[in-house]
């Protein structure tokens, strides 16, 4: 209800109208409904007609809430330059049905609707509003509709209005509260010239609209929040498509919802100081592409304060890709404003998520994330590029160490002109990469599929490095104080110096259940350790490295790498290991299958020349390995007693026969042969470096036996082979270690007692 001095001042309003001649009448103060009767912008209270102009002054003049009635398509021209725009200045609602009407505007540089009353409300229903020249005000602000009330707009199109300087839609007071300052509702605001939907310090709503080729922003808020965008489509604006500015709280939140953020010339989503970005079922893509400031898909500048709660970006179900940026992030760029002492830590979390052939200068060619934790869950990160480093995702937290988590991920075709080709990771607490491919990455610097730097622990599990190429560390380029690798696949990854498949330097690594193949360097061709780590290889397949130095391992004289129920064979350049800069510590925990003893061999392990018999690179249970012929040496290496780890590589269960089998892989192996057991011994004695005298009187025995096994002379063979017991006993402990003559004529006897 007005007071009665409003009352007093409205009653003198309408008195001067009349008697002015530009009304017939006061109306009532009480809902009323006005039709507009003529489409000329006319003030003339005597003809009887009632202009669009008149029919504002009218309501402004009511005391109520009113609704203006428009000719059915009719077109409204204003041409009463000197009147200035259509003024709606009541604390009241008013709604303007334009039943498919335009109102156009030919006066130069003058604004159209201007809704003055901060407690009163504008509504406009099925209408457009088509602008008019502007030469000379070219910073108005809401060359289109100003309101400082709320407004709400349905159906409504809005087009070729002009101001550079300024903006198209303008509002604000009232951030923070629902009903929306600003609803925008199936409506269509397109090639207008400035910022199109500009809200300061209000609340903002689009909804099933679009905001197509402008020339500026297509939405830009100060300290504007809730802003909120549902079903829409923004782009083909010259600069960006939703931008915001806030403060650092969480509530200053962006929400985009089923939308599409496309081919803004300066970026897709961009916001300073913001508090909460939630995306969901959207596409930002190709934005960025035309301007020299191009700040790429989404940017978001967030602070950590203390006792505020923490800021947050969340993304689900959408595609960020094509985008590109001048500054790190061509995708995503989520950077500190301000870190205060306690503050919450900021997280930002991709759940199903693909950023692609995005490009960046600086770092991050899809993701870049400067503060905070990361995590990405069953998406990717493919064929995007940086200058800088890394090329799909580009982690430097500069506030402190952080969790960063890549769960079924793939990191498949990035580059980047510095480190990390697939990921740049520094300063994280514990990074986890699982389930997935990081593969066909390549970096000019260190680590072509990963770079990780200063890290408290890394993870990979349940991965497949493959085709990776960088300068050291092909596939992972790992300085971190624990290193994990489980059920891991290393292969076909290329550097030009040290580690093609992995360099790594920590105080501790271990390899579990894993396979090395196909891995060049000059230095370490499956594995580089650089520093004085404690190595471990447990069930691991290394086979057909390349290196000049160690075609499967290479490591400073301070490294320790302990192998133990393994298969390092095939070596095709140079020995298995081989030390770096001096001697290799490696130290062989027994039952392995080794082409040589350059990485460490004992009594129980079976040092051969003989083929493996692995199979080809492929598929096995869904993982990428090499699976053993059912013949392979490496079948049953392994005494049941000494297998503590129950699952290989797939999770098959191990063991699969009566013994564990050397590597990664358990197979059912067919019962050796006789014949196949005397090889393996005889391969066993060949690499021992006995005096050849005896070598050669050994092998020799072996041979005839084999020979009358091959002519049905069993009992021949015995005797053979009891000639070699014999001998091997004479020599164990002189010639022959003690340990090693055990084992031969343990393995000997067990022959004869089958024949």
């Known amino acids: 209800m007005l007071s009665s001095t409003a009352s007093c001042v409205r009653a003198a ?6 008697g002015a001649g530009l009304v017939a009448a006061p109306l009532p103060a009480s809902a009323a409904t006005i039709t507009v009767t003529t489409t000329a912008d006319v003030v003339n209270g005597g003809d009887g007609l009632t202009s669009l102009r008149e029919a504002f002054t009218i309501a402004g003049a009511n005391g109520a809430d009113d609704t203006i009635v428009l000719a059915l398509a009719g077109l409204y021209t204003l041409d009463e330059c000197a009147t200035g725009p259509l003024v709606h200045s009541d604390n009241h609602t008013l709604v303007v049905d334009g039943n498919d009407s335009v109102i156009e505007q030919s006066c130069d540089a003058t604004a159209i609707i201007d809704s003055s009353d901060h407690d009163g409300r504008l509504e406009l229903i099925d209408l457009t509003i088509d602008g008019g020249p502007n030469t000379t005000a070219t ?12 407004l709400a707009l349905t159906s409504v199109e809005i087009r070729n209005v002009l101001s550079p ?29 400035g910022t199109v939907l500009t809200c300061d310090n209000c609340s903002m709503r689009v909804v099933n609209s679009t905001i197509t080729d402008n020339t500026g922003s297509g939405i830009s808020t100060v300290d504007g929040y809730p802003l909120e965008v549902v079903g829409s489509t923004i782009s083909n604006n010259t600069r960006i498509g939703v931008g915001s500015s806030g403060q650092g709280f969480p509530g200053n939140r962006i929400t985009i919802d089923t939308s599409t953020i496309q081919n803004n010339g300066r970026g897709g989503v961009r916001c300073v100081n913001c508090g909460t970005l939630a995306m969901t079922q959207s596409t ?21 304060r203390d006792g505020v709660g923490a800021a947050s970006v969340s993304i689900a179900q959408s595609t960020i890709g094509g985008n590109r940026s ?11 404003v301000l870190v205060e002492p306690g503050g919450s830590v900021a997280d930002t979390a991709l759940d199903q998520v693909v950023v692609e052939d995005n490009e960046s200068t600086g770092g991050g060619g899809g993701v870049h994330v400067a503060i905070g934790k990361f995590r990405g869950h069953l998406g990717a990160l493919r064929n995007n590029s940086t200058t800088g480093n890394g090329g799909g995702l580009n982690y430097t937290d500069a506030t402190g160490p952080y969790d960063l988590t890549l769960d079924a991920t793939e990191v498949r075709g990035n580059t980047a002109g510095g480190m990390g080709g697939g990921v740049y990771a520094h300063a994280a607490t514990a990074f986890v990469h699982s389930g997935s491919a990081l593969s066909e990455n390549t970096a000019t610097g260190d680590g072509g599929g ?15 490095v493959s085709a990776n190429a960088g300068a050291n560390g092909g596939g992972l380029d790992v300085a971190s104080e624990v290193l994990r690798l489980d059920r891991t696949t290393v292969a076909g990854n290329t550097a030009t110096g040290a580690g093609g498949g992995v360099r790594v330097s920590a105080i501790a690594a271990d390899a579990v259940n894993s396979t090395f193949s196909h891995n060049t360097a000059a230095t370490g061709g499956g594995l580089a350790v650089t520093t004085a780590t404690l190595v471990k290889l447990t069930h691991v397949t290394m086979a057909d490295g390349t290196a000049t130095t160690g ?32 001697v290799f510590g490696g130290v062989s925990e027994g039952f392995s299958v080794l082409r040589d003893a350059t990485c460490g061999s004992v009594a129980s392990d079976l040092v051969t020349a003989a083929d493996p018999q692995l199979g080809p690179l492929a598929l096995n249970s869904g993982r990428l390995t090499r699976l053993p012929a059912a013949t392979s040496p490496l079948g049953g290496r392994v005494p049941v007693a000494n297998c503590p780890i129950t699952q290989d590589q797939r999770t098959q269960s191990r063991p699969a026969g009566p013994n564990c089998d050397a590597g990664a892989l358990e197979i059912v192996e067919a019962p050796a042969s006789p014949d196949a057991k005397i090889k393996d011994l005889i391969a066993e004695v060949k690499a021992k470096n006995l005096p050849s005298w005896l070598e050669a009187s050994l092998v020799l025995k072996l041979d005839l036996a084999r020979l009358a096994l091959k002519q049905g002379h069993k009992p021949a063979a015995k005797v053979f082979l009891n000639a070699f017991i014999l001998e091997v006993k004479s020599q164990s402990g002189k010639k022959i270690p003690a340990a090693t003559a055990t084992s031969w004529m343990t393995k000997a006897t067990a022959i004869r007692n089958s024949l």
């Open 13 to 18: 309003v309408l008195a001067g109208l009349i």
């Open 139 to 150: 910073g108005l602000e809401g060359a289109a509709i100003r309101s400082e009330s709320e």
């Open 165 to 193: 300087g300024g903006s198209v839609v303008w509002s604000s007071f009232d951030h923070g509260v629902t009903p929306y300052r600003v609803a925008i509702t199936d409506s269509s605001l397109h090639h207008n010239t």
């Open 284 to 304: 930002v893509s190709g934005n960025g592409q035309t301007a020299v400031d191009a700040s790429g898909g989404i940017y978001f500048s967030v602070s950590q």
């Open 326 to 336: 001048v500054g790190p992030g061509g995708g995503l760029s989520v950077t500190p």
């Open 450 to 464: 990963l770079k990780l730097g200063m890290s408290y622990s890394a993870d990979f599990t349940d991965l497949e």
């Open 551 to 582: 075609a499967h391992i290479a490591a400073v004289p301070s490294a320790t790498v302990r192998v133990s129920r393994s298969a390092l064979v095939l070596p095709i350049t140079g020995t298995s290991c081989a030390g770096i800069g001096g």
